[in-house]
Nanobody, 123 residues
Framework: QVQLVESGGGLVQAGGSLRLSCAAS????????MGWFRQAPGKEREFVTA????????YYVDSVKGRFTISRDNAKNTLYLQMNSLKPEDTAVYYC????????????????WGQGTQVTVSS
């Protein structure tokens, strides 16, 4: 069982930056693809970005391309999301998730989300 703990959320003004972290309690972290989802109030959970086991392949939803960067440190069992040029529409609870399919960047392959971290962007 993989346990995921997100951190780094907070309140930021539009145009600002935040860096989210997701710590995974598993020895085989490097064998999983990892991803970030978000859920805004009253909306469905959205697949935002993903990274394969090696960090060599990534996916971004169009709305965050050029602003968000996903990365991972397999030695530290940690996933990151650097968010720049934040917009009010980025306000959501952000969740990390993993896929046992190590090369997958496909949303339905991901599950087992953490508890989430709140990101609020004020205008």
């Amino acid at each position: 069982q993989v346990q995921l703990v997100e951190s780094g959320g907070g309140l930021v003004q539009a145009g600002g930056s935040l860096r989210l972290s997701c710590a995974a309690s598993v020895r085989t972290f490097s064998s999983y693809a990892m991803g970030w989802f978000r859920q805004a109030p009253g909306k469905e959970r959205e697949f935002v970005t993903a990274i394969d086991w090696s960090g060599g392949r990534t996916y971004y939803v169009d709305s965050v391309k050029g602003r968000f960067t996903i990365s991972r440190d397999n030695a530290k069992n940690t996933l990151y999301l650097q968010m720049n040029s934040l917009k009010p529409e980025d306000t959501a609870v952000y969740y990390c998730a993993y896929s046992r399919r190590s090369a997958s960047l496909y949303a339905p392959d991901f599950g087992s989300w953490g508890q989430g971290t709140q990101v609020t962007v004020s205008s």
